[in-house]
T-cell receptor, first 114, second 113 residues
Framework: NAGVTQTPKFQVLKTGQSMTLQCAQDMNHEYMSWYRQDPGMGLRLIHYSVGAGITDQGEVPNGYNVSRSTTEDFPLRLLSAAPSQTSVYFC?????????????FGDGTRLSIL | KQEVTQIPAALSVPEGENLVLNCSFTDSAIYNLQWFRQDPGKGLTSLLLIQSSQREQTSGRLNASLDKSSGRSTLYIAASQPGDSATYLCAVSSQTGANNLFFGTGTRLTVIP
């Protein structure tokens, strides 16, 4: 089982560039989410989706877009990269929305914005 | 807004010791609490999930307790091993936003052979 797969693992961008972070899960999970992890801070929720065609904002959504056209995939788009978006990004999934199941995390994408 | 605090930030123990990691949260209206392990350069691995109605969960050498009324949880690791060295993260899911996990900043554990 692949679980939650994130690509790329590392990326360097210049300020103003756009890019898409990919996330795919093969567990038929309904719920998927994106977090960012910054030094000295806990992981913070960017966007989440409770099923195909449904997305919503988390705690820190500004500068990011998401879409959920299939159950398996949940890409995160940086519209115009800024140095403040330098972070480690984690995608997570859970079987259903609601809090009774554990979340499964990918290995992360380490993003640097110059 | 839910605030999650983990103390200590770092901990070093000799192999074989039993140890306790602490987690506190400000809003007791939670759905559940989850303990994760994070290895350097890796993602998070779920260790234990405690529902709000439960007091503890056990998995092997790990035991997690939850005191919702006081806003505290502990992760007990018995007979620590060098392979336990990692960062341990605590996260709570609140009743008002069950889809959002609020994370602490973690405790970095080093088990010395």
């Amino acid at each position: 089982n692949a679980g939650v797969t994130q690509t790329p693992k590392f990326q360097v961008l210049k300020t103003g560039q756009s890019m898409t972070l990919q996330c795919a899960q093969d567990m038929n999970h309904e719920y998927m989410s994106w977090y960012r992890q910054d030094p000295g801070m806990g992981l913070r929720l960017i966007h989440y989706s409770v099923g195909a065609g449904i997305t919503d904002q988390g705690e820190v959504p500004n500068g990011y877009n998401v879409s959920r056209s299939t159950t398996e995939d949940f890409p995160l788009r940086l519209l115009s990269a800024a140095p403040s978006q330098t972070s480690v990004y984690f995608c997570a999934s859970r079987r259903r929305q609601g809090a009774r199941q554990p979340q499964h995390f990918g290995d992360g994408t380490r993003l640097s914005i110059l | 807004k839910q605030e999650v605090t983990q103390i200590p930030a770092a901990l070093s123990v000799p192999e074989g010791e039993n140890l306790v990691l602490n987690c506190s949260f400000t809003d007791s209206a939670i759905y559940n609490l989850q303990w994760f392990r994070q290895d350097p350069g890796k993602g998070l691995t779920s260790l234990l999930l405690i529902q709000s109605s439960q007091r503890e969960q056990t998995s092997g050498r790990l035991n997690a307790s939850l005191d919702k009324s006081s806003g505290r949880s502990t992760l007990y690791i018995a007979a620590s091993q060098p392979g336990d060295s990692a960062t341990y993260l605590c996260a709570v899911s609140s009743q008002t936003g069950a889809n959002n996990l609020f994370f602490g900043t973690g405790t970095r554990l080093t088990v010395i052979p």
